[in-house]
T-cell receptor
């Protein structure tokens, strides 16, 4: 089955700096890669996703890049703000299959004021 | 309107007790899940139901028993609670297993 590894497990950045979280996946058939943000005391929420037919997707200050050859994808947050502090999870699946999402182990991002 | 709601939000109980957590979704999704999140934040799938039928039952002690009375509800009953069961339990739903999960806000279970 699919295995998703996520790094780093913790990340601290100064407010205004950029943050990058990286994930690798094992199943080359995976073609859908969402990212979830979990704020303190809440459940994970989808913030952005990418499919394997594109290499990059942006939504305001967040972007996700995908390298299918290397089987890795990354979340980029620019101009970080304190409200970006949260746990971020990457995930992978084969869209259209009956297989569930496989989640990474999470990254605790702390934005220091 | 909350899309995926779980109750209770907090649950403190003694070892050996039996407790239930309820989950309801109003999104019309066909698939529902229970996840366990430990202190290291790792999300571990426990169960997956599709249209009231059990699809996935990961390596979970049989003290945990899910029950889906209809496709909008998936409850989790836990017998003979142990200290190691302390965690945050998340219910989630999706239209398909591979896409578009919506999570509830979690139930923090503390076994003392």
């Amino acid at each position: 089955g699919e295995n998703v590894e996520q790094h780093p497990s913790t990340l601290s950045v100064q407010e205004g700096d950029s943050a990058v979280i990286k994930c690798t996946y094992s199943d080359s058939a995976s073609n859908y890669f969402p990212w979830y943000k979990q704020e303190l005391g809440k459940g994970p929420q989808l913030i952005i996703d990418i499919r394997s037919n594109v290499g990059e997707k942006k939504d305001q200050r967040i972007a996700v890049t995908l390298n299918k050859t290397a089987k890795h994808f990354s979340l980029h947050i620019t101009e970080t703000q304190p409200e970006d502090s949260a746990v971020y999870f990457c995930a992978a699946s084969i869209e259209g299959s009956a297989r569930q999402l496989t989640f990474g182990s999470g990254t605790q991002l702390t934005v220091l004021p | 309107d909350t899309a995926v709601s779980q109750t209770p939000k907090y649950l403190v109980t003694q070892m050996g007790n039996d407790k239930s957590i309820k989950c309801e979704q109003n999104l019309g999704h066909d698939t529902m899940y229970w996840y366990k999140q430990d202190s290291k934040k790792f999300l571990k799938i426990m169960f997956s139901y599709n249209n009231k039928e059990l699809i996935i039952n990961e390596t979970v002690p049989n003290r945990f028993s899910p029950k889906s009375p209809d496709k909008a509800h998936l409850n989790l009953h836990i017998n003979s609670l142990e200290l190691g069961d302390s965690a945050v339990y998340f219910c989630a739903s999706s239209q398909r297993p591979d896409y578009g999960y919506t999570f509830g806000s979690g139930t923090r279970l503390t076994v003392v």
